[in-house]
């Protein structure tokens, strides 16, 4: 007899993408930053580490939230900091829905989602992208008017591309809550969409951030939601008491201050994206126009799993991602993320081997 409880012992735990720990591997699969954080991350952490280490971090992250206020022209009690991104998410979880709900996010995206609904118990549904990764409203419109909470990635992942402003509000739940998750956002022609919290339907929506992307500190694990005050209350009688450490905390202000250096670092990015595409599109890819820091990239051949497999015999990491539907069958594909100008040449010349 299992002592977990029934929806634990059906899921399937959420994978994340490989993290070799050996070096000399190309590693262009997790979207992390090719670049290094601020000089002032690095003083801040070592600041930290000497002085305040013996007693508890401010568990609401006062410093920070003022920081973020001022970055995006906002009050502090808009902002809520979390260990990553994926805490804010589970937060919501936690927050907004019960086993008697409907948690809704567009498919293929971020597989997450479904992962935490799982865990909550809590129903899931999967509205089915158009081909070309636009919203099918018409066929999802029912769903959406069912969901609790409606998790919308912007730009999405694996495609990189970016909907609408007009788009994101038609999507806003009549009695639910709209996250848009903007892991993404900087690395976008438009780099947010706070204004939409401003709006007549802003009061029913939380946008999610994440420092592990443009700011290069995946490996410190921060991130954070922007919400009306009343929600970013409700969200934090359910977060742990310290859920930020003092190093996340001071590190993540100091990022955030840094706004040239995240910019130089998003110039040579984008740059480097711009060449992949072209460089993958003459290989014969069809590859989406992104607005994030990876391509999706896939072929007529339909070959991706046997190009990640050569790929990695040469210790170079791609994702290879794979998406089934009922109606559409499976969609699969290879997202590369956009490394240094060296790693992608690196990664082109197999591939202009291989492919």
């Known amino acids: ?37 601020s000089p002032l991350v690095v003083e801040a952490i070592e600041r930290m ?3 305040r280490l013996n007693v508890y971090p401010d568990p609401v992250g ?3 939230r003022k920081a973020a206020a001022e970055l995006f022209g906002l009050d502090a009690d808009w902002i809520l900091p979390a260990n990553g991104s994926d805490e ?7 927050a907004f829905a019960d086993p008697t709900n409907l948690i809704a996010y567009p498919y293929p995206s971020y597989i997450l989602y479904e992962t935490l609904a799982e865990i909550q118990g809590t129903r899931f549904a999967r509205l089915r992208l158009n081909a070309d990764w636009s919203w099918n409203l018409a066929q999802n419109k029912p769903l959406i008017q069912q969901a609790k909470l409606l998790f919308v ?31 993404y956002g900087d690395f976008a022609d438009e780099p947010h969409a706070m204004q939409l919290l401003h709006s007549e339907k802003g009061s029913q929506m939380v946008v999610t951030r994440t420092l592990s992307k443009s700011y290069s500190l995946a490996g410190l694990r921060f991130g954070f939601a922007v919400a009306h005050p009343d929600l970013i209350r409700g969200m934090r009688k359910v977060k742990d008491s310290y859920n930020c450490d003092a190093i996340s905390l001071a ?28 460089e993958l599109r003459g290989l014969g890819f069809d590859v989406v126009d992104s607005q994030a820091n990876f391509v999706w990239a896939t072929r007529s051949a339909k070959d991706h799993q046997s190009l990640y497999e050569q790929l990695k015999q040469r210790k170079i990491l791609v994702r ?28 082109l010349a197999a591939m202009r081997e291989i492919a």
């Open 1 to 37: 007899m299992s002592l977990f409880r029934p929806n634990v012992d059906r899921l399937a735990a959420y994978v994340p993408g490989e993290q070799p720990q050996e070096p000399g591997w190309v590693k262009l699969n997790t979207n992390e930053n090719p670049y290094p954080p």
């Open 49 to 51: 580490a000497r002085a």
């Open 62 to 64: 006062k410093s920070f």
């Open 88 to 94: 804010s998410l589970t937060l919501l979880v936690r």
């Open 153 to 183: 990635p912007n730009p999405n992942s694996p495609s990189g591309n970016r909907w609408s402003d007009e788009t994101i509000l038609s999507l806003v739940p009549p009695n639910g809550v709209l996250v848009l998750d903007e892991a």
């Open 251 to 278: 590190a993540a202000e100091a990022a955030i201050r840094d706004q040239a250096w995240m910019l130089e670092n998003r110039r040579k990015i984008i740059a480097t994206r711009t060449r992949l595409t072209q």
């Open 320 to 347: 290879y991602m794979k998406f089934s539907d009922e109606t559409q069958g499976i969609l699969d594909g290879l997202r590369v993320t956009v490394g240094t100008d060296a790693e992608v040449d690196t990664f």
